[in-house]
């Protein structure tokens, strides 16, 4: 049982560059969402999926589009990369039920922009 | 809307010394409130949860958590700390959305 699982773990860009995030869980859970980190500002939410077929914008989506490709796996992608988007992103999934707001996350993908 | 406060960026603290980082929250009704913990190149792993009854609840590692109504916080804490709680620490609230707001962290050093 790996969990939540992310790769990269680490990428470089260069402005203007595209790429994709991906992540995938093990856990049958039915909830899925990406945060990115950045220092002094906590997590915050880019987007998320309550269910397999729906996505749904967070705080702060603009610049980032989802996928989520089936019950285990969500993408996140970066269609015009800038520098302001040097983070780093997590992805987090929750089981359905009682548990749904516990959070299990992922060790992180580390995003440098030039 | 929901928030969280956590006052403290960093906290220094002497290995075997007692541990209390700080959370308030904003929110209309009884929230469901957790603490994570993130250690360096990590990703975040749950240390506790309230969601209703004891307001005292217990985690992993040692840690536990006091839900105060009257001061909207949730305050976690642990007796003894140990070199290896270095790290930095969320306090996170939800309303029922299942979205979680959380604080900005506070960063835990501790001297030998």
């Known amino acids: 049982n790996a969990g939540v699982t992310q790769t990269p773990k680490f990428q470089v860009l260069k402005t203007g560059q595209s790429m994709t995030l991906q992540c995938a869980q093990d856990m049958n859970h039915n909830s899925m969402y990406w945060y990115r980190q950045d220092p002094g500002m906590g997590l915050r939410l880019i987007y998320y999926s309550a269910s397999e077929g729906t996505t749904d914008k967070g705080e702060v989506p603009n610049g980032y589009n989802v996928s989520r490709l089936n019950k285990r796996e969500f993408s996140l992608r970066l269609e015009s990369a800038a520098p302001s988007q040097t983070s780093v992103y997590f992805c987090?999934?929750?089981?359905?039920?009682?548990?749904?707001?516990?959070?299990?996350f992922g060790p992180g993908t580390r995003l440098t922009v030039t | 809307a929901q928030s969280v406060t956590q006052p403290d960026i960093h906290i220094t603290v002497s290995e075997g010394a007692s541990l209390e980082l700080r959370c308030n929250y904003s929110?209309?009704?009884?929230?469901?409130l957790f603490w994570y913990v993130q250690s360096p190149g990590q990703g975040l792993q749950l240390l506790l949860k309230y969601f209703s009854g004891d307001t005292l609840v217990q985690g992993i590692k040692g840690f536990e958590a006091e839900f105060k109504r009257s001061q909207s916080s949730f305050n976690l804490r642990k007796p003894s700390v140990h070199w290896s709680d270095a790290a930095e620490y969320f306090c996170a609230v939800e309303g029922g959305s299942y979205i979680p707001t959380f604080g900005r962290g506070t960063s835990l050093i501790v001297h030998p």
């Open positions: 987090a999934s929750s089981a359905p039920g009682p548990q749904a707001y516990e959070q299990y």
């Open positions: 929110y209309g009704a009884t929230p469901y």
